[in-house]
């Protein structure tokens, strides 16, 4: 190999490799920013839709949701639990959201929500703007994603 194709090579290399780190910086951006005002995990913010007929109730169809009943999500202070539903009423979404987001967000009974599903989870946010708020991570993601403190 010449010295000119193993230069070309390595630049082949470095563009390649700072291209997927850009890509990578761009998907850990848009994670954060839907996520930036709050994120939980599925098991943590998703309580019995009724939309699956195999029994994982945690699933979530993408589309515009509205919201039918807002209380006090039970045995969990500081939590809200906003209920959802597409026209039909077997596509149910159940969403505990921490007081603060709610509060932030301002929803009343009959706002339009929407949900789509991500890799790392599902984005939900205001009908009206199309922008996201609250970001229910997977749990393996949200696992991988936790807080560590690091020893020196």
């Known amino acids: 190999m010449k010295i000119s194709q193993s230069i070309r090579l390595i630049c ?3 563009a390649l490799g700072l291209a997927l780190n850009a890509n990578a910086d761009s998907f850990v951006s848009s994670a954060s920013s839907a996520g930036s ?3 939980g995990s599925i098991s943590d913010s998703l309580n019995g839709s009724s939309n699956s007929s195999k029994g994982d109730n945690r699933r979530v169809a993408d589309g515009e949701y509205r919201i039918i009943q807002i209380a006090a999500t039970p045995d969990r202070a500081g939590r809200t639990r906003v209920t959802m539903e597409t026209g039909d009423p077997q596509q149910r979404v159940v969403l505990d959201l921490p007081q603060t987001t709610f509060d932030k967000q301002q929803l009343a009974v009959g706002d339009a929500m929407y949900a789509q599903n991500r ?3 599902i984005e939900f946010g205001r009908g009206d703007t199309h ?3 609250y970001l229910v991570l997977a749990d ?3 696992g ?3 807080s560590r ?3 020196i």
Do not use: I, T
């Open 140 to 142: 393996e993601w949200y």
């Open 12 to 14: 082949a290399v470095g």
């Open 37 to 39: 005002a709050s994120s």
């Open 131 to 133: 922008q996201p708020f």
């Open 149 to 151: 403190p690091l020893g």
């Open 119 to 121: 890799v790392y989870g």
């Open 144 to 146: 991988e994603l936790a």
